[in-house]
């Protein structure tokens, strides 16, 4: 049974940053595109990030790009996070997401496995 299991959320402050982690188990990590998503109270769940499975290629969208970056460790079944410059309007229960055989982007759906949420709280 595959299993995402996040960790690295919390409260910071505007302008602080934070790492989130998701640990891969039960699944050939190496091979699934894995990306974040996040859901703020009362909106739809969006992309954030993705990182390709092959080249390690990765792609943002528009409202954290320069400010968050996803990353992988094969080695260790991990995606990770960095988040600098938070905002307020960063604050959202923040997933994890893993997809066989194919990138995930903005445009991606049918996700294969989601994690539980770390929640991330921005005060100003």
């Known amino acids: 049974q595959a299993q995402l299991v996040e960790s690295g959320g919390g409260l910071v402050q505007a302008g602080g940053s934070l790492r989130l982690s998701c640990a891969a188990s039960g699944l050939t990590f190496s091979i699934y595109g894995m990306g974040w998503f996040r859901q703020a109270p009362g909106k739809a769940r969006e992309f954030v990030a993705g990182?390709?499975?092959?080249?390690?290629?990765?792609n943002y969208a528009d409202s954290v790009k320069g400010r968050f970056t996803i990353s992988r460790d094969n080695a260790v079944n991990t995606v990770y996070l960095q988040m600098s410059g938070l905002k307020p309007e960063d604050t959202a229960v923040y997933y994890c997401?893993?997809?066989?055989?194919?990138?995930?982007?903005?445009?991606?759906?049918?996700?294969?496995?989601w994690g539980q949420g770390t929640q991330v709280t921005v005060s100003s």
């Open positions: 997401a893993a997809k066989r055989i194919q990138e995930i982007t903005s445009a991606t759906t049918n996700i294969d496995y």
């Open positions: 990182i390709n499975w092959r080249d390690r290629s990765t």
